[in-house]
């Protein structure tokens, strides 16, 4: 338990980073700035908190407060070298994301809510702070852009539900299903995939 | 109550096709219009829920994702008939708001929430996923234009209150406050009316 | 406790009207205008409260909602003499701000969350139903641009957690610290203050 707790506190982080320096990017001020690591971290765990009907963990652990302001200073001292950083943070992001699945969908059965539901949870738990920082930034989300992102999230948590109802050790099902989010988002980055969107009639424009 | 039960997974299903095609629309992939749907179908229950301080139903129950599904998989498949489905969608849409507006006042009233904050809970309950899903598809909300959607479910939510008042069974009042809402939208689209804005001095512009 | 609960109402008031200004200045109808106000009026402290895992208090008390309709149809009246009255909304939203900084505070730390938590959630009640005003009326947050806004609350909220760990007494405590929310607020504008944001690289653009 003591490691899931430091890789959420990691994840955290990595997610304050990321609305940290998308605040950096549009010349928002340090407040600014970090109101917006603060939200993209903590909104798509306390999403699955809320419609679990039970407390964010930040509420009452402030570790988690914490790890955001060093990743908000870690935004500012970093971005000078922001070109390396960025394929770093990629790399973080598509760690970070693994883990909040499996993470999430975790706790929704813990706190028995159906299995297609913790599925849902699992995948908010680890989109949905991106889908409110973006809205806050005024762009549309990246998870309605082409990019293999909420989908990586879903086919892990999914994976997660299934393996837990074989014999396989809980450890051993939550390394596979995040690996599976991270394999699935890195190589649809690497070689540029995306998934189809619906054909419209011929006569629309 | 089973009869509610199933109007209630019908109205998530049609507020599913309607969230998707919006997607659809603006060429957004299959895992956005999924994600779409289910934001619109589930966002205003979901809110109301979660400020009466209990968990959305979809969370314990599975069926409403599975309506969600199956209401993305129609969107698709009737994508190609859009402009007589539009036509019929509305319709759907307007039996919809109507359901899900008495659904959410009676949830509140049952929850014991005060009179007044069940109309504006009945009336969050319908409208509220459209609102999400226009932030989020970053378009000012419908709920903002000129049209008359969000005031018919408050007209209807204020005569359920008053009608459960008196001595008329469960049931009528349902009817009669969902046929309210039905025919206050039914009527301003076909005749095109809007509630007024408040003017401008002159000496703005 | 009874002050506090019609301070409350009165900022509950001042916030809608804030929020029915904006639509109305929009050309969005009366409609629109009141739902506006009621989600500007609403919002920081239903977010708080949900984070804290406890009901908002409008859902039980209509005497909230009933400020809010006060507040609109105020917002109507005076939009004639609108340059006027925009300076004194001004001093309204900065005491308001205040008041709503501390009574968050002391909320978050009276349901048991962490001292930083109480922080976070005591400038969220202050400043989240503005966040959501600006993402309904499609522009960018004014917590994000260069004003000193939410760095007030912030100030505030820290001083009162750190006067209440002194002999001071409970109301001291809340004047003071709602004296350096408004007065920060008030010089920033007064004086066009602003925080710095981080510079980025020179070969950026």
Redesign the interface.
């Known amino acids: 338990m003591s490691f899931i707790y430091y890789i959420d506190l990691l994840g955290t982080m990595v997610f304050a980073i990321s609305g940290a320096m998308a605040?950096?990017?549009?010349?928002?001020?340090?407040?600014?700035?970090t109101?917006?690591g603060?939200v993209t971290a903590i909104g798509g765990g306390?999403l699955r908190d809320?419609?679990?009907?039970?407390?964010?963990v930040?509420?009452?652990?402030?570790n988690y407060?914490?790890a955001i302001f060093i990743g908000v200073i870690l935004?500012?001292i970093l971005?000078?070298q922001?070109d390396n950083f960025a394929r770093t943070l990629f790399l973080f992001d598509a760690i970070g994301i693994g883990f909040f699945t499996v993470v999430g969908v975790e706790k929704?059965i813990a706190y028995?809510?159906?299995?297609?539901?913790a599925v849902?949870?699992g995948m908010f738990s680890a989109c949905m702070g991106g889908?409110i920082r973006d809205?806050?930034?005024?762009?549309?989300?990246l998870?309605?852009?082409?990019e293999?992102y909420?989908?990586a999230c879903?086919a892990g948590a999914i994976i997660y539900v299934l393996l837990s109802l074989t014999p396989l050790s809980d450890g051993i099902v939550a390394f596979i299903s995040a690996s599976v989010v991270f394999t699935i988002r890195f190589v649809s980055v690497k070689y540029n995939l995306?998934?189809?969107?619906?054909?419209?009639?011929e006569n629309?424009s």
Chains 1, 2, 3 share one sequence.
């Open positions: 605040a950096n990017r549009n010349g928002i001020d340090v407040f600014g700035a109101f917006m603060f306390s809320v419609f679990l009907n039970i407390r964010p930040w509420v009452e652990d402030g407060l914490i935004s500012i971005n000078k922001l929704s028995e809510s159906s299995a297609i539901s849902m949870l889908v809205v806050l930034m005024n762009v549309t989300p998870i309605l852009r082409k293999i909420a989908s879903l995306s998934l189809p969107s619906v054909p419209m009639m629309k």
